[in-house]
């Protein structure tokens, strides 16, 4: 009994070892159309008036990412919640590494849904090298207006002016 457990243990382990030595089909990366946009950065959030980082959070996290429609000319762009809790899908030219427009958009975090627009969105490649960590960064710049922002600034039609740099993946980088 003991050597029939054995003698099938060992066919298993033959079959296992057989299969897993079969070279695998070569894959292909797919890539999002948005790819050159796409991907976390850390950004702070400046004022005309009251200055740089008006609101004293610093540099905080965002995430551009593709949309379903994988189509190259929109992309989300989301702070997940870690400064005004918004997420918004905007055009974007990857060609041109540029994003955002003059339209108005709703948020669509749940339960806040005001009116956001995101303008002169520009990724600036291998612009940022006085980083922590040593290695150069994509820079990234765009200018917000939140449809509530007055009511923290007390100024009308106000935008903010956000600029930071993408994710390194360097822990020292980050902020």
């Keep these: 009994m003991m050597k029939r ?3 099938h243990i060992l066919v ?3 079959v296992l070892l057989v299969t897993s030595c079969d070279e695998k089909e070569d894959w292909e990366q797919i890539n999002s159309s948005t790819m050159e946009v796409s991907g976390e950065y850390w950004v702070k959030y400046d004022h005309h008036v009251y200055g740089e980082d008006a609101f004293g959070v610093g540099y905080t996290k965002i995430i551009i990412s593709n949309t379903a429609a994988d189509n190259g000319t929109e992309i989300w ?3 997940e919640g870690n400064f005004w809790d918004y997420k918004v899908k905007i055009p974007t030219n990857v060609e041109d ?3 955002g427009s003059d339209q108005v958009v709703t948020n669509i975090v749940d339960g806040y849904d005001i009116q956001v627009r995101v303008s002169n969105g520009k990724i600036i ?3 940022v090298s006085n980083l922590a960590s040593g290695v150069t960064a994509d820079s990234i710049y765009f200018e917000v207006w939140f449809e509530d922002l007055e ?3 007390g100024i009308e039609n106000d935008t903010l002016f ?3 740099f993408r994710k390194t ?3 020292e980088d980050e902020h």
């Design 125 to 127: 490649p291998d612009a």
């Design 169 to 171: 993946g360097f822990l």
């Design 97 to 99: 590494l540029t994003f």
């Design 151 to 153: 009511g923290s600034t």
């Design 5 to 7: 457990y054995i003698y």
């Design 77 to 79: 762009l989301s702070d």
């Design 12 to 14: 298993i382990a033959l």
């Design 162 to 164: 956000v600029s930071g």
